[in-house]
Nanobody
Framework: QVQLVESGGGLVQAGGSLRLSCAAS????????MSWYRQAPGKERELVAA????????TYADSVKGRFTISRDNGKNSLYLQMNSLKSEDTAVYYC?????????WGQGTQVTVSS
């Protein structure tokens, strides 16, 4: 079955950096478009960044453009999110998402807390 396991979250000061990872299994990773979403307390889940199956196309939410970078390694079945210049408003649970054959799959999430 499809499994997505996020890691790399934690507590960081404003201006700092974190790198999230998502280990994928149970499907052909290289065929799936992948995304990172986040959900802050009391807010709806929002798209942070997305990447095509080959990694050649990416898209970002306006709020993270120039600070976050999404990437993937199809040889390692892994998705990454490099987050720089973190702000307090980046505090949220971050979720890895796979879109495959019309279905969405989610990881369990990893908490990112940015202290100001």
């Amino acid at each position: 079955q499809v499994q997505l396991v996020e890691s790399g979250g934690g507590l960081v000061q404003a201006g700092g950096s974190l790198r999230l990872s998502c280990a994928a299994s149970g499907f052909t990773f290289s065929r799936a478009a992948m995304s990172w979403y986040r959900q802050a307390p009391g807010k709806e889940r929002e798209l942070v960044a997305a990447i095509g199956n080959t990694g050649s196309t990416t898209t970002y939410a306006d709020s993270v453009k120039g600070r976050f970078t999404i990437s993937r390694d199809n040889g390692k079945n892994s998705l990454y999110l490099q987050m720089n210049s973190l702000k307090s408003e980046d505090t949220a649970v971050y979720y890895c998402n796979a879109f495959l054959y019309g279905n969405y799959y989610w990881g369990q999430g990893t908490q990112v807390t940015v202290s100001s």
